[in-house]
């Protein structure tokens, strides 16, 4: 049996190489596995051998004169995927709740079911549960004060909260960051990448039974945390990434900690590999459940990885590119399928990307300041506090007061572990934003649940949900 990549990198061929850290290889699949593990590619009718074996789990289309509110529920507002007529009673169907708990979420989220025996016919996501006003908040806090707040948004991967606030203030602001603090934004975001993905797949492992995932995910990911306690002092939400470049430099010794981490990673990569791929369990449970269409996931405004999983070529890391990260070279790995196995195919191919970026980063980091030499935003050298009265007054003021922002608007995205992250940001001259509005990627993904779970069954909602990878604080703000 030949294996065929499962997963491409967009136009952009993978050069061979001896190191995965240099140019990290994709993962690969067999074709004529997925066939035989029933594959039902949205948009196309299922084959008669899978029709033949069972008629459980049989893909109907729902009514079309349902209301648009009923139809963007039944997730048919985009594609009518399905081919067979819906003759079902309605007495027949029963509608329950699934929450509000943690359904394979990160927070409190409720799923209401309209079900026909073990087959969903209608899916409503309801949030608010966790709500914080985070975005409000914002307004109540100074542009010094603004990374503490929004890095516990997504408290899974805090540097891009930092990272994508200070980006739009340094934008209304006008200032040049040094080239050392973007090698180590980028640094610090990409390993926070791996990080998130990490505990994905460790969570997405035990919500579909596979437990010893979970062991192996947070094994490896003790490792980045170890080493963003080192270089920021806390675990998560690290308010490490400011306005003007980062708290503090890096500490020494960080290249050794990061050269453990790219050597401990390949190794740990094949063992989960060796536990996942071959899996039929975990095979039977990830292909062809969750299935979405490219022009769904667009049209709902999906991002990251599950938009990528669906063959959409669309990563701000090279559409956008930000804080010098075009300076690195890397791909972005593409499904074709759109299903939950793509999702895990190309996450597995973003992490081994990310850790070649970081090896890029390990062995190009320039020399020089940490954060921008404008005094306006940046604190005087605590050595200088001790020698001069304007600059210990010049501190007190800044850290107490803030610095002011010019008046405009921006919106600034950064590619998040989960999609698009984006913040509008207003400010009227003060030194306090006037408005501060945050684009969430698990918000987006969220609302696209219906158009994965419809005409599916109960028993994939957990691996379909897990999937999407949601953090709710992320949703709600």
Request: charged share 25%; with cysteine; glycine share 8%.
């Amino acid at each position: 049996m030949s294996d065929t990549p499962s997963l491409t990198t967009g136009d952009r061929e993978t050069p061979s190489a001896e190191s995965p850290l240099e140019t990290p290889t994709p993962v690969t699949d067999s074709d004529e596995r997925r066939r035989l593990h029933d594959v039902w590619v949205a948009g196309t009718e299922e084959p008669d051998w899978v029709k033949d074996a069972t008629d459980e789990g049989a893909q109907e289309l729902l009514s079309e004169a349902d209301e648009t509110s009923l139809a963007t529920q039944r997730g048919t507002l985009v594609d009518d995927d399905y081919l067979v007529e819906d003759d079902v009673d309605e007495e027949e169907r029963q509608i329950i709740n699934m929450g509000p708990q943690h359904p394979s979420t990160h927070g409190v989220l409720r799923l209401q079911l309209e079900l026909e025996g073990e087959t969903i016919r209608r899916v409503k996501p309801i949030i608010g549960y966790l709500h914080t006003g985070m975005e409000k908040t914002a307004e109540t806090l100074t542009y010094m004060q603004g990374s503490t707040n929004v890095t516990r948004m997504d408290y899974l991967s805090p540097f891009f909260n930092e990272l994508c606030f200070s980006l739009a203030v340094e934008d209304l602001l006008g200032i040049d960051i040094p080239p050392r603090a973007q090698a180590i934004r980028i640094l610090m975001t990409e390993l926070n990448r791996v990080s998130s993905h990490l505990l994905w797949v460790a969570t997405q492992g035990m919500d579909i039974g596979a437990l010893s995932m979970m062991i192996y995910g947070w094994r490896e990911r003790e490792l980045f945390l170890e080493f963003f306690e080192s270089a920021t002092g806390l675990r998560m939400n690290h308010n490490y990434i400011r306005p003007g470049g980062v708290a503090a430099d890096l500490h020494d010794g960080w290249e050794d900690e990061v050269e453990a981490i790219l050597e401990a990673m390949p190794g740990a990569l094949a063992e989960y590999e060796e536990l996942l791929n071959e899996n039929p369990i975990f095979l039977d449970r990830t292909m062809g459940v969750g299935v979405i269409t490219p022009d769904e996931a667009l049209a709902y405004g999906v991002t990251g990885p599950a938009l990528r999983a669906a063959g959409v070529d669309w990563d701000l890391r090279k559409a956008m590119p930000y804080s010098g990260i075009e300076n690195y070279e890397f791909d972005v790995p593409l499904g074709k399928h759109g299903d939950v196995h793509d999702r895990y195919l190309v996450r597995f191919g973003e992490v081994r990307q990310s850790l070649g970026i970081v090896r890029q980063v390990l062995e190009t980091m320039p020399e020089g300041d940490f954060r921008t030499e404008d005094r306006k935003v940046t604190p005087p050298p605590r050595k200088r506090i001790d020698e001069s009265m304007e600059a210990l007054i010049h501190h007190f003021k800044l850290f107490t007061e803030g610095f002011k922002v010019p008046p405009g608007s921006v919106y600034q995205a950064v590619e998040s572990p989960r999609g698009e992250l984006g913040m509008y940001l207003v400010s009227d001259g003060s030194a306090s934003p006037w408005r501060l509005h945050v684009r969430g990627p698990s918000f987006a993904n969220v609302q696209a649940l219906p158009v994965m779970m419809t005409d599916s069954l109960v028993a994939d909602i957990v691996s379909t949900l897990a999937s999407v990878d949601p953090v709710l604080g992320d949703v709600d703000r």
